[in-house]
T-cell receptor, first 118, second 113 residues
Framework: AQKITQTQPGMFVQEKEAVTLDCTYD???????LFWYKQPSSGEMIFLIY??????QNATEGRYSLNFQKARKSANLVISASQLGDSAMYFC???????????????FGEGTQLTVNP | EAGVAQSPRYKIIEKRQSVAFWCNPI?????LYWYQQILGQGPKLLIQ????????DSQLPKDRFSAERLKGVDSTLKIQPAKLEDSAVYLC???????????FGQGTRLTVV
């Protein structure tokens, strides 16, 4: 079974509008972490935001926020006020197990290609 | 602060040849990862080092892939012999501690013909 599922292969948004990129995950471990990365066409993976399974509040980093719904096992990324430079591939990833434990693998989803239109 | 450095950026080889990739992580980062990203897919972890010890290499095809991290800093990933299905981008990443956010290099795009 897929541990990370991103159901939107591609998304389009108008500049200055908000967009939500979906991510659902599957784990039986009570301790886990969720990450979002951006990969522009240059190829480098850029860390955006992190949510721990025990965090009480949704994570926010500037224009990025993570809509964490633990019961539904979803961790959607919300980008507010989209910019042309946001056009890129976006990956959701999960680490299973406590953060202190080494050797806990980061598993990535298949990604969503976001295109911001002027 | 300098980022993760990788070389070469691009490599084209024939099948059955050997190839090596080099990675210099961010200074002070104890954890180093090598990922394989096949076109259209998310990255897949090949190997994870903590300092110069291997923490996870369960998805490394050990019959042809090898990696080392001497002195707990730079790392090399080698493929010998290469197959057509090894065509991918090989990403190196580092983090200050295990399981925190990883910082990635720009990757090496390998084409096996």
């Amino acid at each position: 079974a897929q541990k990370i599922t991103q159901t939107q292969p591609g998304m389009f948004v108008q500049e200055k509008e908000a967009v939500t990129l979906d991510c659902t995950y599957d784990t039986s471990d009570p301790s886990y972490g969720l990450f979002w990365y951006k990969q522009p066409s240059s190829g480098e993976m850029i860390f955006l935001i992190y949510q721990g399974s025990y965090d009480q509040q949704n994570a926010t980093e500037g224009r990025y926020s993570l809509n964490f719904q633990k019961a539904r096992k979803s961790a959607n990324l919300v980008i507010s006020a989209s910019q042309l430079g946001d056009s890129a591939m976006y990956f959701c990833a999960m680490r299973e197990g406590p953060q202190e434990t080494s050797g806990s693998r980061l598993t990535f989803g298949e990604g969503t290609q976001l295109t911001v239109n002027p | 602060e300098a980022g993760v450095a990788q070389s070469p950026r691009y490599k084209i080889i024939e099948k059955r040849q050997s190839v090596a990739f080099w990675c210099n992580p961010i200074s002070g980062h104890a954890t180093l990862y090598w990922y394989q990203q096949i076109l259209g897919q998310g990255p897949k972890l090949l190997i994870q080092f903590q300092n110069n010890g291997v923490v996870d290499d369960s998805q490394l095809p050990k019959d042809r892939f090898s990696a080392e991290r001497l002195k707990g800093v730079d790392s090399t990933l080698k493929i010998q012999p290469a197959k057509l299905e090894d065509s991918a981008v090989y990403l190196c990443a580092s983090s200050p501690r295990p399981n925190t956010e990883a910082f990635f290099g720009q990757g090496t795009r390998l084409t096996v013909v």
